[in-house]
C-alpha cells in the first residue's frame, strides 16, 4: 500500500464556522490562495448552509468563485439539503460534502432532524448527484464520541457507514472525530472494520481537542486510511458541540507524515506562511504545535 497521503484543508470551512465576529470575505480568499500556494490541492471552501444559524458562511459563493480561478484545486463545499445541494452545483463545485451525525442527539443539534429523516434526504441526492457525475463525499459527524450522548459504541458506527456505503459504493465517507474525544483504538478499530469490509475511500477528520488529534490519524494510517483532514493553524470547532475546539493542525500532519517518509505533496516553508496567516485570523482559537517548535521552522 502506498505511504503518500492526502491531506484535504478545512480552514476555510470548519476551521472559521464558529467564529462569532464575521470574517471578510477578502481575507478567506487570501487563506485559500496562501494554502493553495503550499500544494494544497483539495479544499473545503465553505458551506452552502443556512446564514442564519452560520452567518460565517453567508460569503461561500464568493469564495468559491475566488477558489476556482486556482488550476488543479478541487474545492469542495458541505450542503445539508436540497437547497444547499442546488446552490452548490448551481456555483460550480468539484466536490459535495453531504454531512449528517452518527448520533441522533447530535443530528438533531446540528440539523434539526432525526438520522432517518436526514438519511433519506441525502440519499436522494446522492443519488442525483451521482447521476450528474459529480464528485462526493459523505461525513459522518460524532463517529467516536458525542457531546450529549458521550463515547459511541464501535457497532453503532460500523451500522452507520454501512448505511452510507449502501447508497454509492463509490462514494467518499468521511468519519468525523466531531469532539477530538475518540481514543486511538477505537479509531482502529473501525477504520479496520470499514477497510476490510468496503475497502478506501475513507476519509479521518480529526480534532485535537484533548491533545489526540495525531495519535488518531496516525491510527487510522496504520490500518490503512490515505486521506485526512486537517485545519492550518489548528482552527476550527464545532458551534452545535459544546467544548469542541480546533481540527488537526494541517502543519502539525504534514510534519508527522513527512517524518514518516510519507509523502504529502505540501512544501514545508510555504505550508508555515499559510498557517500562520490561519492562526492569526482575528476571533480564531488556533492550535497545533509545530509553528511554536524553532527546529521545526528551522526545517523549512
Same mark, same amino acid.
Given at each position: 500500500?502506498?505511504?503518500?497521503?492526502?491531506?484535504?484543508?478545512?480552514?476555510?470551512? &470548519?476551521?472559521?464556522?464558529?467564529?462569532?465576529?464575521?470574517?471578510?470575505? $477578502?481575507?478567506?480568499?487570501?487563506?485559500?490562495?496562501?494554502?493553495?500556494?503550499?500544494?494544497?490541492?483539495?479544499?473545503? @471552501?465553505?458551506?452552502?448552509?443556512?446564514?442564519?444559524?452560520?452567518?460565517?458562511?453567508?460569503?461561500?459563493? +464568493?469564495?468559491?468563485?475566488?477558489?476556482?480561478?486556482?488550476?488543479?484545486?478541487?474545492?469542495?463545499?458541505? @450542503?445539508?439539503?436540497?437547497?444547499?445541494?442546488?446552490?452548490?452545483?448551481?456555483?460550480?463545485?468539484?466536490?459535495?460534502?453531504?454531512?449528517?451525525?452518527?448520533? $441522533? /442527539?447530535?443530528?438533531?443539534?446540528?440539523?434539526?432532524?432525526?438520522? &432517518?429523516?436526514?438519511?433519506?434526504?441525502?440519499?436522494?441526492?446522492?443519488?442525483?448527484?451521482?447521476? /450528474? %457525475?459529480?464528485?462526493?463525499?459523505?461525513?459522518?459527524?460524532?463517529?467516536?464520541?458525542?457531546?450529549?450522548?458521550?463515547?459511541?459504541?464501535?457497532? +453503532?458506527?460500523?451500522?452507520?457507514?454501512?448505511?452510507?456505503?449502501?447508497?454509492?459504493?463509490?462514494?467518499?465517507?468521511?468519519?468525523? &472525530?466531531?469532539?477530538?474525544?475518540?481514543?486511538? &483504538?477505537?479509531?482502529?478499530?473501525?477504520?479496520?472494520?470499514?477497510? /476490510?469490509?468496503?475497502?478506501?475511500?475513507?476519509?479521518?477528520?480529526?480534532?485535537?481537542?484533548?491533545?489526540? %488529534?495525531?495519535?488518531?490519524?496516525?491510527?487510522?494510517? +496504520?490500518?490503512?486510511?490515505?486521506?485526512?483532514?486537517? /485545519?492550518?493553524?489548528?482552527?476550527?470547532?464545532?458551534?452545535?458541540?459544546?467544548?469542541?475546539?480546533?481540527?488537526?493542525?494541517? +502543519?502539525?500532519?504534514?510534519?508527522?507524515?513527512?517524518?514518516?517518509?510519507?509523502?504529502?505533496?505540501?512544501?514545508?516553508?510555504?505550508?508555515? @506562511?499559510?498557517?500562520?496567516?490561519?492562526?492569526?485570523?482575528?476571533?480564531?482559537?488556533?492550535?497545533?504545535?509545530?509553528?511554536?517548535?524553532?527546529?521545526?521552522?528551522?526545517?523549512?
Amino acid at each position: 500500500m502506498s505511504q503518500a497521503v492526502i491531506i484535504s484543508e478545512v480552514a476555510p470551512r &470548519d476551521g472559521l464556522q464558529s467564529i462569532g465576529s464575521f470574517v471578510p470575505t $477578502e481575507t478567506k480568499i487570501a487563506m485559500v490562495r496562501a494554502l493553495y500556494e503550499a500544494g494544497v490541492r483539495r479544499m473545503e @471552501v465553505g458551506s452552502f448552509v443556512s446564514p442564519r444559524h452560520v452567518p460565517q458562511m453567508a460569503d461561500t459563493a +464568493e469564495v468559491l468563485k475566488a477558489a476556482k480561478q486556482l488550476p488543479g484545486l478541487e474545492c469542495t463545499v458541505l @450542503v445539508p439539503n436540497r437547497k444547499g445541494f442546488d446552490l452548490a452545483m448551481d456555483a460550480g463545485a468539484d466536490r459535495l460534502g453531504f454531512f449528517m451525525s452518527v448520533t $441522533e /442527539a447530535h443530528n438533531r443539534a446540528n440539523l434539526n432532524r432525526s438520522r &432517518d429523516e436526514s438519511l433519506a434526504e441525502l440519499s436522494a441526492l446522492v443519488r442525483e448527484g451521482a447521476a /450528474a %457525475g459529480v464528485a462526493m463525499r459523505f461525513n459522518l459527524s460524532c463517529a467516536f464520541h458525542c457531546p450529549f450522548e458521550g463515547v459511541v459504541p464501535v457497532t +453503532e458506527a460500523v451500522d452507520m457507514l454501512e448505511r452510507v456505503f449502501s447508497l454509492d459504493p463509490g462514494l467518499e465517507i468521511g468519519i468525523a &472525530d466531531t469532539t477530538g474525544n475518540a481514543a486511538p &483504538d477505537q479509531v482502529a478499530a473501525v477504520f479496520a472494520h470499514a477497510l /476490510a469490509s468496503w475497502g478506501n475511500p475513507f476519509a479521518f477528520h480529526g480534532h485535537d481537542t484533548y491533545g489526540m %488529534g495525531l495519535a488518531n490519524a496516525l491510527a487510522a494510517y +496504520e490500518v490503512g486510511c490515505r486521506i485526512f483532514d486537517g /485545519a492550518a493553524g489548528g482552527l476550527g470547532g464545532c458551534p452545535f458541540a459544546p467544548g469542541a475546539t480546533g481540527n488537526t493542525a494541517t +502543519e502539525d500532519l504534514a510534519w508527522m507524515f513527512r517524518r514518516m517518509g510519507a509523502a504529502t505533496g505540501l512544501d514545508w516553508a510555504k505550508l508555515l @506562511v499559510a498557517a500562520d496567516l490561519c492562526a492569526a485570523v482575528p476571533g480564531g482559537q488556533p492550535g497545533g504545535r509545530v509553528r511554536g517548535v524553532p527546529g521545526a521552522r528551522a526545517a523549512a
